[in-house]
Structures are given as C-alpha cells and as structure tokens.
C-alpha cells in the first residue's frame, strides 16, 4: 500500500473538506463522539458521495483505509 500521497490532509481534501490542521481539528470536535453503535459511513454529517467514498476504501481495504480508519478512531476519542 502506498500511503505517500495520503495524509489526513489529503484525506479532507478528497471528501471535499477544508485540509488544515485547524479544519480537521475543528471538524473532529465538532463532530465527536461518534457513537459506538453507528459506523463511520453511516454518520449523518455526510454527503452520500462521502459516504459512499468512505464505504469504498474501506471495504476494498484501499490506499486510504488506513487513514479512513484513524478518522473514525479521533472521531470516537
């Protein structure tokens, strides 16, 4: 897996988000917690297409799983 290109960052940048750190931080203490019982994709401050990216990478275990994984850890934190 190639995770050159792929930072958090980047990660906001292709949902179509601000990428700065301050966005991030912001959008994740907006939006925490995240309950246990609700998978990340299925949060209801996505878009459909979000969510749909976010189903994707994961479920194909792609180059942004990864980083789809350490959103929805901060978002539970």
Known sequence: MDLSDHTLRVLF????????????DAFIAQHRPLPDNVVLADAPFWSPAQAQFLREEIAEDADWAELVD????????
């Open 70 to 77: 350490q959103l929805n850890l901060r978002l539970r934190a």
């Open 13 to 24: 940048e292709q949902l179509g988000l601000p990428g700065s750190s301050a966005a991030i």
